[in-house]
């Protein structure tokens, strides 16, 4: 990575925080440490309100008002990720919860990733649009759901985020 890509050493260093919380919150040796899923959970959360509210639609006014080609498939993913983040945590879960993630980074990180993307449309005003990011809020975490529609799988998140109606950013 150079130094002319800012946004994608800072993001990746926010998924290494965000894997290494997920790590130890799966090797609690009684289950799942709730205190660090929970960071987890709200970095988490932080981060892809982040790319949401930020990097997306900065990315798409420096294209003229034109989305990124994978932002449709970012929404989806972000969508079944966060649904993941609603029922009490439990080892399976964070292993869908990894394996989601592990996929994911990899449209985001990379030469032609979406960091990469968001370098070059937007290195003429990456110093705002760091501190934009560094001052981001943390997210207000709702208590956990286990109820009747809460997924637990990928597979199942991903299948309800693909269905709802896509929103026009």
Sequence with gaps: MSSSSPITAFMTAD??????????????PE?????LFEAFRGGLL?????????LLPA???????????IAA????????????LVPTPTPMLLRELTEL???HNLLEEGEHAMYAECDALLAPEV?????????APAVPLAPHFDGDGTHRT????LSAAAQKKPRRR
């Design 31 to 35: 289950g799942v440490s709730l205190p």
């Design 46 to 54: 932080r981060h892809i309100g982040m790319e949401e509210k930020l």
């Design 154 to 157: 990928a597979r199942e998140a």
């Design 127 to 135: 110093d705002a649009i760091l501190a934009r990011l560094r001052a």
């Design 101 to 103: 993630l592990t996929h």
């Design 59 to 69: 990315a798409r006014k420096a294209r003229g008002g034109e989305s990124l080609a």
């Design 73 to 84: 498939r970012l929404r989806i993913e972000h969508s079944a990720i966060a649904s993941l």
């Design 15 to 28: 998924h290494e925080r965000l894997d290494a919380l997920l790590r130890s919150a799966g090797a609690h």
